[in-house]
């Protein structure tokens, strides 16, 4: 069973075009984190969220965590082809600290 | 350059055989990690070691072993590799202090299994 759900799984747009990836999940996580990661590359932290509600911006990416704090979506303004990568969401469901990763959003921006 | 490392980068080896990859962080952390990724790039945990707890998942087989000589050092010990263990495995660490924390991964070791 998959505990977080992404989607799309894969996304192939054109530079400049906006996009949104979505993390779902039917339990609570007490934080949840974004990462990106190059071919040959560990996956690179980008943002963690912790309060429901919370809306963070990295530069031309905006990230929610849901009211509820069972989901997330992660959002790409104007997207360059540097953006290319595997987009990962995971989340820690309570106290504990070992994060679940969600099924990865494979990101191809074409200049 | 404060970082996770682990060696080796790539890793070739015949089923049957006993393994080892090492994993150093100088981040201060407390915490490390062991993740495999598949070929279709999930991420599953199969280890989380602190100098106070180890957590097992409890579908790594038992041929899979941790190794912590020091807080700094978390390294993997396989035995008797299967073709099944093929796979890239990442090692991460974190701090334990506040919700606002996230793990600093190493870039992976490529094992394969001929």
């Known amino acids: 069973t998959q505990l977080l759900e992404q989607s799309p799984q894969f996304l192939s747009i054109q530079e400049g075009e906006n996009l949104t990836v979505y993390c779902n999940s039917s339990s609570v996580f007490s934080s949840l984190q974004w990462y990106r990661q190059e071919p040959g590359e560990g996956p690179v932290l980008l943002v963690t969220?912790?309060?429901?509600?919370e809306v963070k911006k990295l530069k031309r990416l905006t990230f929610q965590f849901g009211d509820a704090r069972k989901d997330s979506s992660l959002h790409i303004t104007a997207a360059q082809t540097g953006d290319t990568g595997l987009y990962l969401c995971a989340g820690a469901p309570g106290s504990a600290r070992q994060l679940t990763f969600g099924s990865g959003t494979q990101l191809t921006v074409l200049p | 350059d404060t970082a996770v490392s682990q060696t080796p980068k790539y890793l070739v080896t015949q089923m049957g055989n006993d393994k080892s990859i090492k994993c150093e962080q100088n981040?201060?952390?407390?915490?490390m990690y062991w993740y495999k990724q598949d070929s279709k790039k999930f991420l599953k945990i199969m280890f989380s070691?602190?100098?106070?707890?180890?957590?097992i998942n409890e579908t790594v087989p038992n041929r899979f072993s941790p190794k912590s000589p020091d807080k700094a050092h978390l390294n993997l010990h396989i035995n008797s590799l299967e073709l099944g263990d093929s796979a890239v495995y990442f090692c991460a660490s974190s701090t334990d202090r506040g919700l606002v924390y996230g793990y600093t991964f190493g870039s992976g070791t490529r094992l394969t299994v001929v």
């Open positions: 969220v912790v309060t429901g509600g």
């Open positions: 070691y602190n100098n106070k707890e180890l957590i």
């Open positions: 981040l201060g952390h407390d915490t």
